[in-house]
C-alpha cells in the first residue's frame, strides 16, 4: 500500500479556489488510479474525481464538472485536485486514495471507493456562503 499524503485543505467563502495535492513520497503513481473523494458530515466517501496516471482518463461526478480539475504529476508522484467556484455544498473532509490500475474503469472505480486500498489521512475543505 501506498502513503498517501493531502495538503490544501482550508476554509473559503463561495466562488473562491482550493488546490489539492496528494503525494506518494517515493513511490511512482504511473500505474495507479488516483480518486479524490469527498466525505461530508454523516454521510458516505462520494467519489469526487479520479484519473488514471498513465493514460490521463478522468472521471468527474456531475456536481462539480466544469469547476474541479484533475491532474498527475510523474516526476512529483503527485496528483491535484483544482477547485474552482467552490460552494457550500462542497464541504467535508477530502481524501486521496489510489489503487493499480486495470481493475476496471476510471468511472467504475471512482464510484467503488471500497475498491481503494491506499488512503491518505484526509484534508478539510469548508466553503462559506
Known amino acids: 500500500q501506498l502513503q498517501l499524503v493531502e495538503v490544501g485543505g482550508g476554509s473559503v467563502q463561495a466562488g473562491e479556489s482550493l488546490r489539492l495535492s496528494c503525494s506518494a513520497p517515493?513511490?511512482?503513481?504511473?500505474?495507479?488510479?488516483v480518486g479524490w473523494f469527498r466525505q461530508a458530515p454523516g454521510k458516505e466517501h462520494e467519489g469526487i474525481s479520479c484519473?488514471?496516471?498513465?493514460?490521463?482518463?478522468?472521471y468527474y461526478t456531475e456536481s462539480v464538472k466544469g469547476r474541479f480539475t484533475i491532474s498527475g504529476d510523474n516526476v512529483a508522484n503527485a496528483a491535484f485536485l483544482q477547485m474552482n467556484s467552490l460552494k457550500p455544498e462542497d464541504t467535508g473532509v477530502y481524501y486521496c486514495?489510489?489503487?493499480?490500475?486495470?481493475?476496471?474503469?476510471?468511472?467504475?472505480?471512482?464510484?467503488?471507493?471500497?475498491?481503494?486500498?491506499?488512503w491518505g489521512p484526509g484534508t478539510q475543505v469548508t466553503v462559506s456562503s
Open positions: 517515493g513511490y511512482g503513481l504511473n500505474y495507479y488510479t
Open positions: 484519473l488514471r496516471v498513465s493514460d490521463g482518463r478522468t
Open positions: 486514495a489510489a489503487l493499480r490500475s486495470g481493475i476496471t474503469t476510471v468511472q467504475d472505480m471512482c464510484t467503488r471507493p471500497g475498491l481503494f486500498g491506499s
